[in-house]
């Protein structure tokens, strides 16, 4: 079966510009969940989406944002980039909106450097 | 989410069992505990998971203490390919926590570096 894929696997842009990141979640999970992961750190919510709403959000400026599709797939975009947004941007998908019993599994990432 | 606290690092030769801690002094009885690792610039993998009893899979027990304000991730015979950062994380069991939580956050800490030797 197919884990939770990701593209790109590696991007790079200038500061100022935008970028869109994909997810496809594992097939019958409807739960998208959004990551940042610095050098160094460990990952640090962004967002949840579940049956193509918001279901939560980190402590993120408003140049991040997301959306779910109705095949549950998922897409990361953040405008006007700044240096410090150079991460690997995780997604994870669960079965449902969840609670603890629910395991989320991770995709690769997209590696973005922002120069 | 309840806080963790783990070693920042911890050895273990290869073919040994590696005991990896996680202290949750404040974990919550409707909060369980998940353990996740990551291999260098990969995704996290998810381990293991559990509530109030010990868990085992193909891959690891846990092993969680009566009052649950501890835990030990056991890999039974470590081999070089466990070297990652393992993190151990409590998360919301209920969907009757009120406050806008989301149930899809997993609050990551700094994690043990483990570092399998030949």
């Known amino acids: 079966d197919a884990g939770v894929t990701q593209s790109p696997t590696h991007l790079?842009?200038?500061r100022g510009q935008q970028v869109t990141l994909r997810c496809s979640p594992i097939s019958g999970h409807k739960s998208v969940s959004w990551y940042q992961q610095v050098l160094g750190q460990g990952p640090?919510?962004?967002f949840q989406y579940y049956e193509k709403e918001e279901r939560g959000r980190g402590n993120f400026p408003d140049r991040f944002s997301a959306r779910q599709f109705p095949n549950y797939s998922s897409e990361l975009n953040v405008n006007?980039?700044?240096l410090g947004?150079?991460?690997l941007y995780l997604c994870a998908s669960s079965l449902g909106l969840g609670g603890g019993g629910e395991t989320q599994y991770f995709g690769p990432g997209t590696r973005l450097l922002v120069l | 989410d309840a806080k963790t606290t783990q070693p920042?690092?911890?050895d273990c030769a290869e073919g040994r069992a590696a005991n990896l801690?996680?202290?949750h002094s404040t974990i919550s009885g409707n909060e369980y505990v998940y353990w996740y690792r990551q291999i260098h610039s990969q995704g996290p993998q998810y381990i293991i998971h559990g509530l109030k009893n010990n868990e085992t899979n193909e891959m690891a027990s846990l092993i969680i203490t009566e009052d649950r304000k501890s835990s030990t991730l056991i890999l039974p015979h470590a081999t070089l390919r466990d070297t990652a950062v393992y993190y151990c994380i409590v998360r919301v069991?209920?969907?009757t926590n009120a406050g806008g939580t989301s149930y899809?956050?997993?609050t990551f800490g700094q994690g043990t570096i483990l570092t399998v030797h030949p």
């Open chain 1, 12 to 14: 790079i842009k200038t």
């Open chain 1, 44 to 46: 640090q919510f962004i």
């Open chain 1, 80 to 82: 006007a980039l700044l």
């Open chain 1, 85 to 87: 947004d150079s991460a």
């Open chain 2, 8 to 10: 920042t690092s911890m």
């Open chain 2, 21 to 23: 801690p996680c202290n």
């Open chain 2, 93 to 95: 069991a209920s969907l």
């Open chain 2, 104 to 106: 899809g956050k997993l």
